[in-house]
């Protein structure tokens, strides 16, 4: 069984920075596309970044040059650096995973919540 496990998430203060992990776990297969989204309460998800398997990455607008995702195939894990980070940045972030075995399949964690004080 496919699980996706996402850490890094905590309390910081307005301009520091957190690593986000996302771990996948269960699979044969690899990962094709990996995507960060975030959800405040309130408001509906959206989108972080994302990035393929093979580095090309996009970002939404609010968090261009603050925001690093990455992506480390063999260990099948995802990652967000987040520096900069203001209030409006606290939500739940949540990892979305396309991983290829013989079929595509799209996959979800649980999210990690990120809380940034003022």
């Known amino acids: 069984q496919v699980q996706l496990v996402e850490s890094g998430g905590g309390l910081v203060q307005a301009g520091g920075s957190l690593r986000l992990s996302c771990v996948v776990s269960g699979s044969s297969g690899s990962i094709t596309t990996a995507g960060w989204y975030r959800q405040a309460p309130g408001k509906q998800r959206e989108l972080v970044a994302t990035i393929t398997s093979g580095g090309s990455t996009n970002y939404a607008d609010a968090v261009k040059g603050r925001f690093t995702i990455s992506i480390d195939n063999p260990k099948n894990t995802v990652y967000l650096q987040m520096n900069s980070l203001q209030p409006e940045d606290t939500a739940l972030y949540l990892c979305?995973?396309?991983?290829?075995?013989?079929?595509?399949?799209?996959?979800w964690g649980q999210g990690t919540q990120v809380t940034v004080s003022s």
């Open positions: 979305d995973t396309k991983i290829y075995y013989r079929v595509i399949r799209n996959y």
